[in-house]
Every structure is written in structure tokens, then in C-alpha cells.
Nanobody
Framework: QVQLVESGGGLVQAGDSLRLSCAAS????????MAWFRQAPGKEREFVAA????????YYLDSVQGRFTISRDNAKNTVSLQMNSLKPEDTAVYYC??????????????????WGQGTQVTVSS
């Protein structure tokens, strides 16, 4: 079991970049599929991006493909989300999530074994 703590959120203008980080505690971080989700006001939480245990594969929400990049460093127990060309519709609370196993349950059902507390990202127009 890992505990997840996000950081890096903030207020930016449209077109700007922001990098979110998620620090995980625990020695078994490398076995987890990691993902980022987001929840905008009045909307359901949605999947954003996922990365498998050894960073050999990634998967993205269509609307962020080409703008966002998920990465991980198993030596440092961290996963990051580089967000470029931000749009006002990217405004949301962003959550880091961890899952033992593959990412399909995260993408299809929106479930995960562990969640962070979230970090706010606000993009002004």
C-alpha cells in the first residue's frame, strides 16, 4: 500500500505550462500502475493519463493527448504530469492514483487502490 501526495497545482493563463508531481511512500511503488484523474466543478471525476510500472507504456485521454505527458521515476517514488498548452477546460482538481495491476479498471471504471488528496489547477482565459 502506498500513500500519495500531489503538488504543483496553481493558477495559470491559457497557453501556459504546469507540472504536477505525486510523491509516494512505501517500498513497493514500482509495482503500481500510476494515473492522473481530474474533477472539474459540477462534473464527475475523469481519467487523464496512466503509465505502467516500468514506464514502457502510457495512455491518455483524447483531449490531452499531445499536450500532457505522464512520467515516473521508480527510484524516487514519484510520478509527474507535464501539462502544456493549458486550456480553461483543463481547470479541475487533479488526483494521483495507484493501482496494482493494469490500467483498464482505472480507465473504464474510474477505480484505483489508492488516491491522493488532490491539487487544484486553474487555467484562466
Amino acid at each position: 500500500q502506498v500513500q500519495l501526495v500531489e503538488s504543483g497545482g496553481g493558477l495559470v493563463q491559457a497557453g501556459d505550462s504546469l507540472r504536477l508531481s505525486c510523491a509516494a511512500s512505501g517500498r513497493t511503488f514500482s509495482i503500481y500502475t500510476m494515473a492522473w484523474f481530474r474533477q472539474a466543478p459540477g462534473k464527475e471525476r475523469e481519467f487523464v493519463a496512466a503509465i505502467n510500472w516500468d514506464a514502457s507504456s502510457t495512455y491518455y485521454l483524447d483531449s490531452v493527448q499531445g499536450r500532457f505527458t505522464i512520467s515516473r521515476d521508480n527510484a524516487k517514488n514519484t510520478v509527474s504530469l507535464q501539462m502544456n498548452s493549458l486550456k480553461p477546460e483543463d481547470t479541475a482538481v487533479y488526483y494521483c492514483a495507484a493501482n496494482v495491476g493494469d490500467w483498464w479498471s482505472m480507465i473504464v471504471a474510474g477505480t484505483a487502490d489508492q488516491w491522493g488528496q488532490g491539487t487544484q489547477v486553474t487555467v484562466s482565459s
